[in-house]
């Protein structure tokens, strides 16, 4: 669980004045010059998300699988005056994963925090009558690409001396 906690917090540091903005310790820039991207981040939890991060002084980077909601995220963001860009993002999809990484990169020079929001639930009702299509879904979304969105930003978080050192990873 450490392991997780320093991908998510990016350095200890940040994470550790992310938990205490939450505890109602006061916030400024707590996040000042780190870049965040968050999966899934136009509607609902993954926009709060990406809305907390840029008000801590986050740079964000959201995404979704259709431009015209980055575009409306993107704007409402910018509109309340906070540092956000966005790209389309099917986390499901190579291209897509790699573009989210190489936005947040070219943009703003790195990568310190990732929040992996994108997720899938395309069944309700009785679990003997999902398909093996349905749980291909599931795993592929919810479990594959979030380990392969994870695996394209430790690199560029290493960087910037957060996430997993390749030592740590070996154990």
Known sequence: MRKAGLLLGGCVR????????????????????????????????GLAIARRLAQDGAHVVVSSRKQQNV?????????????????VCHVGKAEDRERLVTTAVKRYGGIDILVSNAAVNPFFGNLMDVTEEVWDKILGINVKAMALMTKAVVPEMEKRGCGWTRQERRA
């Open 14 to 45: 940040s994470w550790k004045s992310v938990r205490m903005a939450s505890s109602g310790v006061a916030r400024r820039d707590l996040l000042a010059n780190k870049v965040a991207l968050v999966t899934a981040s136009t509607d609902g939890i």
């Open 71 to 87: 575009d409306r995220a993107v704007a409402a963001l910018q509109g309340e005056g906070l540092s956000v860009t966005g790209t």
